[in-house]
């Protein structure tokens, strides 16, 4: 005899408060192809439930009705709820036989996940032990313990119902059986440590892993079925499932049992301290771990959630993600009014079992996404750079709240913009019986993740499904609810008291790397974030077909509010039919991943700091060190005047008798011969030690130059030349004209803007106007690649602009003010004005100091 469902029963009290926290079918579900339904309809099936497991959420439920076991949705026909004296003790049968039949198949679970515990510690003590004993029992605790409980009391009970007439009392087995609760605080308490345990020892032991995921549960005496197979992990939460159950019965059975029956009051002690037990471990259950109950009554749990960028029908759309452990759902917040209960609406979902990752040469070419434009993106930055600086300001001079929430809202729209449009790496996803869809990410990192996450759960005997429009209202319903993620990632939402990240120039030596299974051909990428997502800010050379490799290659990334730093280690992929049709580029492996925090207490002293990150295995060791923006806008000139580093340009151009330095040439004639289409040339950081070694051969201009420049990798060429740049003693387009360009780019009239621009051009001594002009040309030639080194004229604007105009110590020291006004201001402008004359038709330095201008100023 099945259980009854307590849905067609009178609810008491305590049970209303649980289903009261949703409002299920209150909102038209509009998801794509499936039909607009207001809750279930006439006859169905009785609805999903949630589950609100005690590891997962605040409240253990008293709607779970699963656990594997048969459940009938709805209550025999004709049996009313009221205790009439014959019916009564007829549903307390009813109610008894399935709880009877649920019991037996709750002692086979904990048979079977008993089962690998003797010969595991047997094992234990020989020379070979699967596990330690301290694994065995921090796995298995108390398990043997509530396996002795449960089956005395089904041994007990089973007769008892077997025999059954109007006499029986069982009201003390319950109690019993009440009173030994205890043991069951202890497991939950033990319940995510063993969880861990399980699961670090799955990953390190192959044996161990194969018990795990599968261990045979007997099916019921009469079944057809003699055994399923269940994982540890899910037979691990059974025992929670387990106390939920036994409440909700208790329940049913005083409902049935008339109040002068010998049972009644032994039934409602029993409820009462089973009632204390659950509200006693609802207030130590982590509330981040969740879980949802599918209508089969198996544990849906969310494994992770967060923000993606979804492109649909051709627009860029933010997106709510959900994976659950059998299914992966895209939802958005539907718009409420005032006061109402904020939903999400599901816009796809794909079972796990359906879903599978095109290879990169079988994807089709995503529908074409116009992309922004850098300039705008970094207009973007610019106004909420400017607005971070206003609210400061407000909230020194105490100013209006209202006014700081005018400019609060400003920045999130930026910044909203900002999350949307930026993320250019493509991560498809296609559901194996129609649709593909497209996100867009703006880190490997993340889409390593999402990946990664989705390909464990898919390691599980997963089948496919179909969900009724009705039980996807519930699980999109129980979204709001189970989200990990709650705030949109950008600054706006932050605290005020929350760190600003760091302005300046991160030193990173990424020394060597540990831990490889098998020899191959290894790099690392550097990502810090800026904005509130990341970008790929350095890579280190390809070390070849080792698992010890050693680069000790030192990197120089400029940090914009970074907080964080990630390395990620990749297999590098020599296919070139492993080509992503998304974005052109050779897909390589990642191997292993990680991400510290940019602790300025640890990051701003003059020491390097060692430290190790440890990734899936492996473990890459890294030295770094931090410089301020304010110790770095400094431009040291060189003490002795031989060299060409920190040697004012027309002193070098005047002993080498050249119109441009020799160093630009060489560096440029090396970059264009074999570096115009390398991914991020100019962006991505040269090896530091390179750098320097080249700088060395330069400045003593030593006759193997050449020779040299041919073998060096061409990132620490493009460095070279940046440096250079960087350490004239005072910039290219000098500290006399800085204010006027800074003035001119400001100008909204496009003819005088163009004037006073060509004026300043012609104002510049001849060695920095040549030598500017080539290294324009260059830049341009550069961009025209953009296609294959997605390096556009706004990003060699963004390299070069500082690089060119930051003035020199002693006129800087007027500018400053703080670091982040520093660098959303200056920096910006600086930008503009090289954008400006890389965007402008090409200009000749004869055309130039030929035309006179409409009007002479001098400047």
Known sequence: ???????????????????????????????????????????????????????????????????????????????????????????????????????????????????????????????????????????????????????????????????????????????????????????????????????????????????????????????????????????????????????????????????????????????????????????????????????????????????????????????????????????????????????????????????????????????????????????????????????????????????????????????????????????????????????????????????????????????????????????????????????IPVTSNKDDDESPGLYGFLHVIVHSAKGFKQSANLYCTLEVDSFGYFVSKAKTRVFRDTTEPKWDEEFEIELEGSQSLRILCYEKCYDKTKVNKDNNEIVDKIMGKGQIQLDPQTVETKNWHTDVIEMNGIKVEFSMKFTSRDMSLKRTPSKKQTGVFGVKISVVTKRERSKVPYIVRQCVEEVEKRGIEEVGIYRISGVATDIQALKAVFDANNKDILLMLSDMDINAIAGTLKLYFRELPEPLLTDRLYPAFMEGIALSDPAAKENCMMHLLRSLPDPNLITFLFLLEHLKRVAEKEPINKMSLHNLATVFGPTLLRPSEVESKAHLTSAADIWSHDVMAQVQVLLYYLQHPPISFAELKRNTLYFSTDV
């Open 1 to 487: 005899m099945e259980p009854l469902s307590h849905r067609g029963l009178p609810r008491l009290s305590w049970i209303d408060t649980l289903y009261s926290n949703f409002s299920y079918g209150a909102d038209d579900y509009d998801g794509e192809g499936n039909e607009e339904q207001k809750g279930p309809p006439e006859g169905s099936e009785t609805m999903p439930y949630i589950d609100e497991s005690p590891t997962m959420s605040p409240q253990l439920s008293a709607r779970n009705q699963g656990g594997g076991d048969s459940i009938s949705p709805t209550p025999p026909e004709g049996l009313a709820p009221a205790v009439e004296a014959g019916k009564g003790l007829e549903m307390r049968k009813l109610v008894l036989s399935g709880f009877l039949a649920s019991e037996e198949i709750y002692i086979n679970q904990l048979e079977a996940l008993l089962l690998p515990m003797k010969p595991l510690k047997a094992t234990a003590t020989t020379s070979q032990p699967v596990l330690t004993i301290q694994q065995i029992e921090t796995i298995f605790y108390k398990i043997q313990d509530i396996y002795e409980i449960h089956k005395e009391f089904y041994d007990n009970l089973c007769p008892k119902v077997q025999q059954w007439d109007s006499q029986v009392t069982m009201g003390h087995l319950f109690q019993k059986l009440a009173s030994q609760l205890g043991v069951y605080k202890a497991f939950v308490d033990n319940y995510k440590v063993a969880l861990e345990t399980a699961e670090k020892c799955s990953q390190s032991n192959n044996q161990f892993q194969k018990i795990s995921e599968e261990l045979k549960v007997k099916g019921p005496k009469d079944s057809k079925d003699s055994h399923t197979s269940v994982t540890m992990e899910a037979l691990l939460y059974k025992p929670i499932d387990r106390v939920t159950r036994s409440t909700l019965v208790l329940h049913d059975l005083l409902k049935h049992t008339p109040v002068d029956h010998p049972d009644y009051p032994l039934l409602q002690d029993a409820l009462r301290i089973s009632q204390n037990f659950l509200s006693s471990i609802n207030e130590d259950i982590d509330p981040r771990r969740t879980a949802v109950t599918t209508p089969k009554g198996e544990t849906r749990q969310l494994v992770k959630d967060g923000f993606l960028v979804e492109v649909s029908e051709g627009s860029r759309k933010l997106r709510h993600v959900f994976l659950f452990t059998d299914v992966l759902l895209c939802a958005k917040l539907k718009k409420t009014s005032a006061g109402k209960h904020q939903q999400y609406d599901c816009k796809w979902y794909i079972p796990l079992a359906d879903l599978v990752f095109p290879s990169p040469e079988e994807s089709e070419a995503s529908p074409h996404v116009h992309p922004f434009p850098d300039h705008e993106l970094e207009d973007m930055k610019m106004k909420i750079s400017a607005l971070k600086s206003e609210i400061q300001k407000e909230k020194a001079n105490k100013g209006q709240s209202r006014a700081i929430e005018r400019l609060k809202k400003k920045m999130f729209e930026n910044e909203f913009l900002l999350l949307l449009n930026s993320p250019t790496i493509p991560f498809r996803i296609h559901n194996r019986n129609g649709k593909s869809y497209l996100f867009l990410l703006s880190s490997d990192y993340e889409r390593s993740e999402w990946r990664e996450a989705i390909q464990k759960l898919q390691k599980k005997d997963l089948q496919a499904f179909v969900l009724s429009s009705v039980e996807l209202q519930v699980l999109t319903g129980s979204c709001f609810k189970l989200r990990t993620v709650h705030n």
